[in-house]
């Protein structure tokens, strides 16, 4: 995937981001490889997981991957009607309708695990995976309000079809039911991140606490004070 | 090894802001001007500073990104934010001491300074001078 990516070649996916391992969860990313010593031989591979290699001769685009994409997305599109990604990309390979039957409550998930693996990248693993089958879903521990969320909103960010719900409302900000306070910026009231999030970077990334009371829009004015005190000082002496 | 550094000198910037122009046209995508990351700011009735990322040698920026997304340059010696592995969870935003982490609400991204990759366009086009782009070694 990263060598495709460096080269330009585009391949259809949803679950991939630079920031995260990949994991070949959403399929779509799905090449055809062979090599000289194979006799012929070809594999299906997800291409963000297969390592390249020299000689690795590597089909992105065939009537047969594009026959194995069609039925990827055939199948999203029965569990995620409502989302306008997979609409998106179903269209592109000449999908407009769903010839499975779609989930009526769906709730747009693809289980690609996107936001589980951030957060566990962010350190926090706040959320998971919970039963099984037909019935998994991403959620907090026991339904409940996550103790380790820290409302960073990676997870949303990153959730390619848009899922996971979050609203910022007078200060409060609420995601997976729970509920954080933003931090106000103590001159001009700018909401920034939540109180929680700073916390967390202040404690992990050894950061003083001050840098975060004040929003980026007042900082840049101080530094502008500042250096502007420093220009009137300097003229100053020069006379 | 870097080779250039970026000078501001307030006392030459008239707050004309064509360096905001020349930072927001190229830092164009789609057909829509990006959030321009340089700031003529007034500290004085006409009197300006242009404020942009001071690309800090222990940058606050850097250390609270927790999914590595800001590198320095070598090169440049530039901080620069990649796109591709930033999650957009504001943490730069609020942590740089300067503010010059910047939201991008057009192109719903983050954006900072990245001296153009070696060629600031807004040091191009300062009419005073007061933003250089100086040999030094």
Known sequence: ?239 | MMTHRFEVIPSLCIGCRTCELACAFTHTKNQKPGRSRIYPIAYAPDKYVPVACLQCDDPACVKSCLFDALKRNETTGAVELNADRCVKCMACVAACPFGCALVDDGHDEIVKCDLCGGNPACAQFCPTKALVYKRIA
């Open chain 1, 1 to 239: 995937m990263s060598v495709l990516r460096r080269e330009g070649i585009d391949v259809p996916v949803l679950c991939h981001h630079e920031a995260i391992e990949p994991c070949g969860s959403c399929r779509l990313c799905t090449v055809e490889i062979t090599k000289d010593g194979w006799g012929g031989w070809k594999r299906h591979v997800t291409s963000c997981l297969y390592p390249a290699e020299e000689g690795l001769v590597v089909v992105t685009h065939s009537p047969e991957l594009i026959e194995i994409r069609r039925n990827i997305l055939d199948l999203y599109l029965a569990r995620c009607p409502q989302s306008e990604v997979i609409q998106k990309m179903a269209e592109e390979y000449g999908l407009y309708k769903t010839s499975y039957e779609t989930i009526p409550d769906g709730d747009n998930c693809i289980m690609c695990y996107a936001c589980t693996r951030i957060c566990e990248v962010l350190g926090k693993s706040a959320i998971s995976a919970v039963m099984r089958g037909h019935k998994k879903v991403i959620a907090p521990p026991f339904g409940e309000q996550p103790p380790d969320c820290i409302g960073c909103l990676s997870c949303a960010h990153i959730c390619p079809t848009d899922v996971i719900a979050w609203k910022d409302d007078d200060g409060c900000r609420t995601i997976w039911n729970k509920p954080f306070e933003l931090i106000s910026c103590s001159r001009c009231g700018k909401k920034t991140i939540t109180r929680e999030f700073a916390d967390y970077l202040i404690g992990k990334r050894n950061l003083p606490r001050d840098y975060f009371t004040v929003c980026d829009d007042c900082k840049r004015q101080d530094l502008a004070l500042k250096m502007g005190a420093l220009v009137d000082r300097a003229k100053e002496v020069a006379i």
